[in-house]
Structures are given as structure tokens and as C-alpha cells.
């Protein structure tokens, strides 16, 4: 039942994939610039989505392969960013030879992959010396408002999650026999400017609010952009609050010998 409600958090987000192009903000600028090595030539965007983050790296590397599983998210992804190569595939079976790859980046995915299956997978398609750089970026609850303000919200509390999840996938990185020498870790913080109704419609955009009842999710996210215009003081001159958010970035140099496809 555990795997069948993961799957099921996973593939929701297609049912709002415009939605979720628009409101979730791409990783703060600092922390996609510490994630993408220097000269990088070829990257992939892994778990892509809906090209939140793809622009950002097409902006910085000649050339960006997208992959994708759900077809709605790719089919918003493939509009954002013509020209761009976008795939059918999955962290377990990614749709590209081996050793072709500088790096691979996974923004706010990597907790829905199969670990055993994923690393040995990634490690294929990267060159020797190739990196794996794996984001979280979320609302940052550290500041105390943005705590207060979702504090009774049945939203997703992502960023209290992403600290674990990247111990996690520190430990998958360094079990034995791993094809990836030692994660390092920072954190980069920015804002992103939104209205109060796209603030809130943001809190609705996360798994968590997405499987409630509809009549119950429109009404927390109502509830979130009420309390947004209660607080003025949070308001900037043209009407928009800025929303803080936190990039929580880990990365890892593929440093193992080839690793063949299965």
C-alpha cells in the first residue's frame, strides 16, 4: 500500500502540469551554477517535468537532453523549450547510451526513484569524472513567517523533508561499491516574487494538497491567500509578496569503473 500511495504522489503532478510550469519557481540561480560543472557540454535533466529547471541549464551548457516519464509534463516541457531533446524515460531506464554525459541533474525528484536501480543507471550514461547533482528547492521554512503562514495548512511541508532526503541519498551514494565518490552539500537561498493567489496556488501545486478532495484543497488554498492578504505588511509596492526559497544541493564525481547496462 506504501509503494501504491508513492506512485500515486508521483504521477500526480501531470494532472496540473500547466499549473506547475507556472507557479513552482526554477532552483535559486547560485545553486544551478554550483551544480553544473564547469565546461560541461552535454547534461541531461533528469525527472524533467514540466522544464522548470531546463531552461537554467540550457542557458549555461550547448546542449540539454530532457527526460520526462509523464507524457502531459513533456508535452508542457517540449513547448517551453523548443529545439530541445526531450525523451520518454525514467531514472531506472534512461533512454541514452553509455558514457555520453557530463552531468546528470535531478530537481526535486530524486526521493520518487528506486535508489538500487537509479545510481548504477545514472553512473552508465556519465563519463568518467561525470557528476550526479541532485536539488530540493522549496518554500524556506526557516524564515518565520512562511513557517506561521502554513503552519494549519495541510501543505506539503516539503523543505522540513529535504534535509533527510539528502542524508538519504548521501548514504546511496556511498554504500559500498558505489560508482560516485562522496557527495558534497550546500544551500543557496533566493525570492521569487508572486501574487498572493499565486503564493497560495503554489501550496496547491504539492502532492499532498493534489490528493485531497477538491472542494478541500480549493478551500486550504483559499485559506493560504486570505491569511497572504491579512499580513500587508509582507507586501511589496506592486502587490506581490516575495516568496523565500532554499535550494538544498548535493553533488557526487562518478569516479567508478564503466557500468553496463542491464
Excluded: K
Aim: with cysteine; aromatic share 6%; charged share 25%.
Amino acid at each position: 500500500m506504501a509503494d501504491e500511495d508513492a506512485t500515486e504522489r508521483a504521477t500526480v503532478f501531470g494532472s496540473i502540469a500547466e499549473d506547475y510550469a507556472r507557479l513552482r519557481p526554477a532552483p535559486c540561480a547560485g545553486a544551478v551554477d554550483w551544480l553544473v560543472p564547469a565546461g560541461a557540454r552535454r547534461v541531461l535533466d533528469l525527472a524533467a517535468g514540466a522544464g522548470t529547471l531546463t531552461g537554467m541549464l540550457a542557458a549555461r551548457v550547448p546542449e540539454v537532453v530532457a527526460v520526462e516519464p509523464d507524457p502531459r509534463m513533456r508535452s508542457v516541457l517540449a513547448a517551453r523549450n523548443p529545439g530541445l531533446t526531450v525523451l520518454d524515460g525514467t531514472a531506472e531506464a534512461i533512454p541514452l547510451p553509455d558514457g555520453g554525459l557530463d552531468a546528470v541533474v535531478v530537481a526535486s525528484a530524486w526521493h520518487w526513484f528506486d535508489p538500487v536501480r537509479a545510481v548504477p543507471e545514472v553512473a552508465r550514461v556519465l563519463r568518467p569524472g561525470g557528476r550526479l547533482s541532485v536539488v530540493w528547492n522549496g518554500l524556506d521554512d526557516s524564515v518565520p513567517w512562511v513557517d506561521s503562514w502554513r503552519t494549519g495548512l495541510r501543505a506539503a511541508r516539503a523543505e522540513r523533508e529535504h534535509f533527510p532526503r539528502g542524508e538519504r541519498l548521501s548514504e546511496e551514494l556511498t554504500a559500498p561499491g558505489s560508482p560516485f565518490a562522496p557527495p558534497e552539500h550546500d544551500v543557496f537561498t533566493c525570492t521569487h516574487p508572486a501574487t498572493p493567489a499565486d503564493a497560495a496556488a503554489l501550496l496547491g501545486t504539492y502532492s499532498r494538497l493534489l490528493l485531497l478532495p477538491e472542494e478541500e484543497r480549493r478551500a486550504l488554498v483559499a485559506q493560504a491567500e486570505q491569511a497572504l492578504h491579512d499580513r500587508p505588511d509582507l507586501l511589496s509596492p506592486d502587490g506581490t509578496v516575495p516568496l523565500p526559497f532554499r535550494s538544498l544541493c548535493w553533488r557526487a564525481t562518478r569516479t567508478g569503473p564503466a557500468v553496463p547496462a542491464a
